[in-house]
């Protein structure tokens, strides 16, 4: 009893074994180096990557780096560039191998392009091959591979993985597409309109400037790109600006705009409110001088403390005006904060890296404004990919 016992234990344990050795794979292969462009990762990074994901499709005895390298450091023709049919076939005959895989990992701008070749080392022929492009995630190379390799063998594949990675070839709608950091100086020129041209020109005892119409502008750009495609971005901008140094004054003012850049010509359109500091003061133009110098302001102040009969600025009689007290620039009167409206529209001119926008720009208040030219610069130290990636900053 005990004999047959011991009988069947030992047909188990023999048929066990035969099962498993038939099912191991008989067909050996070694994974080269593949070529990588335009991405971060290392060659051999990726060789470990394709031989992980042949492992786990249990259709092949796989070759490891340890098992290579032995023949690899002794023949520098397989140390570097070794990526063409003759060479891998010369490979696998030192390796003493069936098959040998190689292929290309290449960054071409918002895709990357996966290729998985094998070699047939006894034919010296390309026994399998495929290409596919996917979207440029160079964090899942891993799974594009995967992908790669099971469509290689007729393997099924995970639809949505596949999807979320496939390269889409169509119009691009996304919110960051594109995205080159512009950012950088302004300078310009403007004159004065209206009532702030008049305010200007006005003789410092009368509340003004005492300064010519017309002024310099130099400050900074700050811009973020919220939607953009092909053909289209749409920017949001911020603008730190001073004007007047040139003539001793300082006059800081900040604007918010929306900006719209148009095909591949770099033609763009903006608007926005400007926020700045005025001074004002109420009472009235003698434009006529009738109570003094043409163009004298007198404030409502000046006036009741006169008693409406005497110039507190020249001492001379004056009768009291007929027109009522309105609100004025007044460099003397009180501060607060003043807004208008800013258009502009320009173009960017480029050479090489080098961005130059040049805009036209209308600044409009009640009463008057500014209108002017400016420009700017910014070097474009490198394009980023897709899904980190506004368009060229141009505006006053």
């Known amino acids: ?12 344990i023999f048929f066990s074994g035969m099962t498993s050795y038939f099912a191991q794979p008989s067909n050996t292969i070694a994974v080269s180096n593949p070529n990588v462009n335009s991405l971060t990762v290392k060659p051999e990074s990726v060789a470990k990557m394709m031989r992980l994901e042949l492992v786990k499709m ?14 690899i450091r002794t023949k520098d023709e397989y140390k570097v560039g070794c990526y063409g049919q003759t060479c891998l076939s010369k490979l696998g005959e030192e390796l003493k191998v069936d098959y040998v895989m190689s292929g290309s990992i290449d960054g071409l701008g918002n895709k990357i392009v996966v290729t ?23 964090s899942e190379i891993q799974r594009m591979i995967e992908i790669v390799l099971a469509e290689l063998h007729g393997l099924t594949i995970d ?11 169509e119009v691009i709608t996304s919110n960051n597409i594109g995205k080159i950091n ?22 410092e005892i009368y509340g003004g400037l005492g300064i010519q119409p017309f002024t310099s502008m130099i400050g900074y750009q700050i811009e973020g790109q919220y939607v953009g495609t092909e053909n289209f971005s749409a920017l949001v901008e911020g603008i730190f600006n001073i004007s007047g140094l040139e003539q001793s004054n300082f006059i800081p003012s900040i604007s918010l705009l929306n900006g719209f850049r148009f095909g591949k010509s770099n033609w763009e359109f903006a608007f926005g409110p400007r926020f700045g500091i005025k001074s004002t003061s109420k009472g009235f133009l003698d434009l006529d001088a009738e109570y003094g110098p043409e163009g004298a302001y007198y404030t409502q102040s000046q006036w009741i403390a006169s008693g409406g009969k005497v110039n507190v600025n020249t001492g001379e009689t004056i009768m009291e005006p007929y027109q009522g007290f309105t ?15 800013l258009i502009a529209f320009g173009r ?20 008057g404004g500014f209108v002017g030219v400016n420009m700017g610069f910014n070097v474009q130290k490198s394009k980023q990919p897709i899904n980190k990636t506004t368009s060229p900053g141009r505006y006053y």
């Open 327 to 341: 609100e004025h620039f007044d460099k003397n009167g009180s501060k607060k904060l003043a807004t208008s409206f």
């Open 348 to 367: 960017t001119f480029q050479a090489g890296s080098l961005n130059i926008p040049v805009n036209l720009f209308y600044s409009s208040q009640k009463g």
């Open 1 to 12: 009893m005990k004999t047959k016992k011991l009988q069947s234990v030992l047909v188990a």
């Open 116 to 138: 998985v070749k094998i070699i047939d080392v006894r034919s010296q022929s390309l026994f399998k091959s495929a290409v596919r492009e996917f979207d440029n995630q160079e």
């Open 159 to 169: 639809k949505v993985i596949a999807d979320r990675l496939a390269f889409k070839n």
């Open 58 to 71: 249990n259709k092949y005895r796989v070759y490891d780096e340890f098992d290579m390298n032995e023949i």
């Open 182 to 203: 512009n950012s950088g100086p302004r300078i310009g020129f403007a004159a004065m309109t209206g009532d702030v041209a008049e305010f200007a020109t006005r003789q």
